[in-house]
């Protein structure tokens, strides 16, 4: 397994943007999908965004296509999530997953980080 540790996060005004990193341990990073969910409190964990492990495959969730751009540099074993134009909807815990595809399925990410804080104040 691949341990992950995010950060990045923190509070910002909505229409701001912040880049949350998830540094990965292991050789095993490159030959992983990556993914970023998030979890409101009170909601279930849901997904945000993944990139295959060539970098050149990316799927997004609707509510942050064209905000919301996720990267990976495989040399540093790093996934990014950069997001502009923040909503307060936006507000959640951000964790970083790596798992065989990029995929919305949660269940198919087998590794997961501990998650950093994103609020975005109206």
């Known amino acids: 397994q691949v341990q992950l540790v995010e950060s990045g996060g923190g509070l910002v005004q909505a229409g701001g943007s912040l880049r949350l990193s998830c540094a990965a341990s292991g050789r095993t990073f490159s030959t992983n999908s990556m993914g970023w969910f998030r979890q409101a409190p009170g909601k279930e964990r849901e997904f945000v965004a993944a990139i295959d492990l060539s970098g050149r495959i990316t799927i997004y969730a609707d509510s942050v296509k064209g905000r919301f751009t996720i990267s990976r540099d495989n040399a540093k074993n790093t996934v990014y999530l950069q997001m502009n134009s923040l909503k307060p909807e936006d507000t959640a815990v951000y964790s970083c997953?790596?798992?065989?595809?990029?995929?919305?399925?949660?269940?198919?990410?087998?590794?997961w980080g501990q998650g950093t804080q994103v609020t975005v104040s109206s």
């Open positions: 997953t790596a798992g065989p595809i990029p995929t919305m399925n949660r269940a198919l990410f087998r590794s």
